[in-house]
T-cell receptor
């Protein structure tokens, strides 16, 4: 069954606005990661948050993790047209050695 | 200087044919993966190799056979291709260790079965 469910499936905003994407998962995890995929390209790792962390920042990215609710959010501040892409959460589940990916959020940033 | 490379980028073939996709990484990683991304963009792990040893084999038809000649290469051979095999296949690698498992992805191979 699909581990990660992302919400919303698609998001369209104006340049300069913030974009928030949410991810829910079902099992116990070691860490949760966010990846970005530009159209027709491979995935690129953005940020990792460990299960004992609650919040992490990297540039314009802010990730939160709530293990009690089994959910995470990715916030992109001051979005740019170049942020247009699909964003995936992925969990490294306890006892597994591969990531389980969510269904992704398609972000469109209008210039 | 590409970190993870795949060939070919596009593959169009007839049902019933046998085809291979090659993957190479020059990152010195000891773990490599194959993922399948369907038309709805859902990404699912197929196989994982660590130092040439198979460590993950999800529910994949045995028409799919991964081969790892060394830890820098993980090829995917598909026999008797079916229409449902049409998808984008991604190779990835990681340095397995601790609880950190950032993966580096190749550009993908778009397989179209006619």
């Amino acid at each position: 069954s699909q581990q990660g469910e992302e919400d919303p499936q698609a998001l369209s905003i104006q340049e300069g606005e913030n974009a928030t994407m949410n991810c829910s998962y079902k099992t116990s995890i070691n860490n949760l990661q966010w990846y970005r995929q530009n159209s027709g390209r491979g995935l690129v790792h953005l940020i990792l948050i460990r299960s004992n962390e609650r919040e992490k920042h990297s540039g314009r990215l802010r990730v939160t993790l709530d293990t009690s609710k089994k959910s995470s959010s990715l916030l992109i501040t001051a979005s740019r047209a170049a942020d247009t892409a699909s964003y995936f959460c992925a969990t490294l589940d306890t006892g597994r050695r591969a990531l389980t990916f969510g269904s992704g959020t398609r972000l469109q940033v209008q210039p | 200087d590409t970190a993870v490379s795949q060939t070919p980028k596009y593959l169009v073939t007839q049902m019933g044919n046998d085809k291979s996709i090659k993957c190479e990484q020059n990152l010195g990683h000891d773990t490599m993966y194959w993922y399948k991304q369907d038309s709805k963009k859902f990404l699912k792990i197929m196989f994982s190799y660590n130092n040439k040893e198979l460590i993950i084999n999800e529910t994949v038809p045995n028409r799919f056979s991964p081969k790892s000649p060394d830890k820098a290469h993980l090829n995917l051979h598909i026999n008797s291709l079916e229409l449902g095999d049409s998808a984008v296949y991604f190779c990835a690698s990681s340095a397995l260790g601790g609880d950190y498992n950032e993966q580096f992805f190749g550009p993908g191979t778009r397989l179209t079965v006619l």
